[in-house]
């Protein structure tokens, strides 16, 4: 299974939440104790182990705030 993280521009989300709506392993939330210089409240990543890396969080962020890194296990041998 594929592993990765998320970047998340923080300046520029809005907390729209729909990132989170679509996150098959529940791991985004809206970080209640910040605001951006915009005044909305942006997210942030609950737990970095459990990322799939499927990136329906950055096809689904109507502003492409969210850019997915994708991690290649190598094979033991």
Known sequence: MAKG???IDSER???CSLCIS???V?????DETKTNSKGYTPLIMTDADKCIA???CAIM???SVIVVEKFIKEAKK
Not at 26 to 30: C, T
């Open 54 to 56: 499927c990136s329906f």
């Open 5 to 7: 993280r998320i970047i």
């Open 26 to 30: 529940n791991i985004i939330a809206l």
């Open 22 to 24: 679509y996150c098959p």
């Open 61 to 63: 962020c109507p502003d």
């Open 13 to 15: 989300c809005k907390g």
